[in-house]
């Protein structure tokens, strides 16, 4: 059985989802990414001697506010009044680059996914928007749902 779009109409016209039925619950949603560099531009970042000042610490901010404006972003996306929104930024010398971690939490009755992706990828492009003057070549991947938590459909994680 093939599941149709939930933000399609019968005709095929693009809709936002009625959840007014639905049951307000607690939901959550972890979402992450990656900038990937050179390994002098973490370094300098690392050691905060970025031109543009605390690269990691304006990137969290950047998260935190884009999360917050996710449903003005994306046109059919609920406006839902977060309860948190956290940012786990940390450096990977693995990679080279930075990973970016947001865990989006709401009560509502309708998911928190979208938020939780926009904050991390806002974050991701404010770190590629803090460096570029010293590394245009910074590539901004993996940017992807690992889990969510509430609602009808319950838990889902990533499996790797």
């Given at each position: 059985m093939i599941k149709r779009l939930t933000h399609l109409d019968e005709g095929g016209a693009a809709n936002m989802v009625d959840v007014a039925e639905k049951p307000v619950t607690e939901?959550?949603?972890?979402?992450?990414?990656?900038?990937?560099?050179?390994?002098?531009?973490?370094?300098?970042?690392?050691?905060g001697n970025a031109k543009k000042g605390d690269?990691?610490?304006?990137?969290?901010i950047a998260g935190i506010?884009?999360?917050?404006?996710?449903?003005?972003?994306?046109?059919?996306?609920?406006?839902?009044?977060?309860s948190a929104i956290t940012l786990v930024i940390?450096?990977?010398?693995?990679?080279p680059g930075m990973r970016v971690r947001?865990?989006?939490k709401v009560a509502d009755r309708t998911g928190v996914e979208m938020e939780a992706l926009t904050a991390v990828a806002v974050a991701c492009l404010?770190?590629?928007?803090?460096?570029k003057a010293v590394d245009r070549g910074m590539e901004v991947t993996g940017i992807r749902l690992v889990e969510k938590r509430g609602g009808r459909s319950g838990t889902w994680r990533r499996q790797e």
């Amino acid at each position: 059985m093939i599941k149709r779009l939930t933000h399609l109409d019968e005709g095929g016209a693009a809709n936002m989802v009625d959840v007014a039925e639905k049951p307000v619950t607690e939901r959550i949603a972890v979402a992450e990414g990656a900038v990937v560099m050179a390994p002098a531009t973490l370094d300098m970042i690392r050691t905060g001697n970025a031109k543009k000042g605390d690269v990691v610490g304006t990137a969290r901010i950047a998260g935190i506010m884009a999360a917050k404006r996710a449903h003005e972003l994306i046109p059919l996306c609920h406006p839902i009044a977060l309860s948190a929104i956290t940012l786990v930024i940390e450096p990977d010398q693995a990679l080279p680059g930075m990973r970016v971690r947001a865990t989006a939490k709401v009560a509502d009755r309708t998911g928190v996914e979208m938020e939780a992706l926009t904050a991390v990828a806002v974050a991701c492009l404010t770190i590629y928007d803090m460096a570029k003057a010293v590394d245009r070549g910074m590539e901004v991947t993996g940017i992807r749902l690992v889990e969510k938590r509430g609602g009808r459909s319950g838990t889902w994680r990533r499996q790797e």
